[in-house]
Antibody
Framework: QVQLQESGPGLVKPSETLSLTCTVS??????????WSWIRQTAEKELEWIGR???????NYNPSLKSRVTISRDTSKNQFSLILTSVTAADTAVYYC?????????????WGQGALVTVSS | DIQMTQSPTSLSASVGDRVTITCRAS??????LNWYQQRPGKAPKLLIY???SLQSGAPSRFSGSGSGTDFTLTISSLQPEDFTTFYC?????????FGPGTKVDIK
């Protein structure tokens, strides 16, 4: 059973950097045909895909956030991370990490419980 | 980006009702369409992938159909635990995009 768990600060000041980590258990982030994604959900319940990292370490991002986002990984800890720079109140959301599986198309089959990040001074 | 719309935005129904939710894509996405269910305070949970394939462990009362731009999620007999919110999501191309959600509540 794959499990994902987000961790990181719940409060970030405007213009600063948001940093979250997703710890994966029950599966190796360097094996298989999987991507590992970050998705966020605003208070209005809108879901937005942020980006993902492949088992090889290559990443791709939502163009709407690309200039501010970096997704990386620590294979020794089986973790992948999200960095979002220059945050504003619009970045306040619940941030989810998820496994992105390909089987006749990509889909998110395992999700973390979510981490609420509030951007406020 | 591919825009996803859902209708209705919300609906009221009773236990045992047959419910249909529609999702429309702004361009042809073939069958690269997934459905998720989200309970309050929880992460979305995959129900249907590839437009019509039932995710392992998802109840058989859920079914999906459609291709191209128009898709439906059907709940054959609504159960108390189904009064939640449902989202569609396209995986035809990045950036992956979600519909705005359909909230099902008790009539």
């Amino acid at each position: 059973q794959v499990q994902l768990q987000e961790s990181g600060p719940g409060l970030v000041k405007p213009s600063e950097t948001l940093s979250l980590t997703c710890t994966v258990s029950g599966g190796n982030i360097t094996r298989g045909s999987f991507y590992w994604s970050w998705i966020r959900q605003t208070a209005e319940k809108e879901l937005e895909w942020i980006g993902r990292i492949y088992t090889t370490g290559s990443a791709n991002y939502n163009p709407s956030l690309k200039s501010r986002v970096t997704i990386s990984r620590d294979t020794s800890k089986n973790q992948f991370s999200l960095i979002l720079t220059s945050v504003t109140a619009a970045d306040t959301a619940v941030y989810y990490c998820a496994r992105d599986r390909f089987q006749g198309g990509y889909y998110f089959d395992y999700w973390g419980q979510g981490a609420l990040v509030t951007v406020s001074s | 980006d591919i825009q996803m719309t859902q209708s209705p935005t919300s609906l009221s129904a009773s236990v045992g009702d047959r419910v249909t939710i529609t999702c429309r894509a702004s361009q042809n996405i073939r069958n690269y369409l997934n459905w998720y269910q989200q309970r309050p305070g929880k992460a979305p949970k995959l129900l249907i992938y590839g437009a019509s394939s039932l995710q392992s462990g998802a109840p058989s009362r859920f079914s999906g159909s459609g291709s191209g731009t128009d898709f439906t999620l059907t709940i054959s007999s609504l159960q108390p635990e189904d009064f939640t919110t449902f989202y569609c999501q396209q995986s035809y191309s990045t950036p992956f995009t979600f519909g705005p959600g359909t909230k099902v509540d008790i009539k």
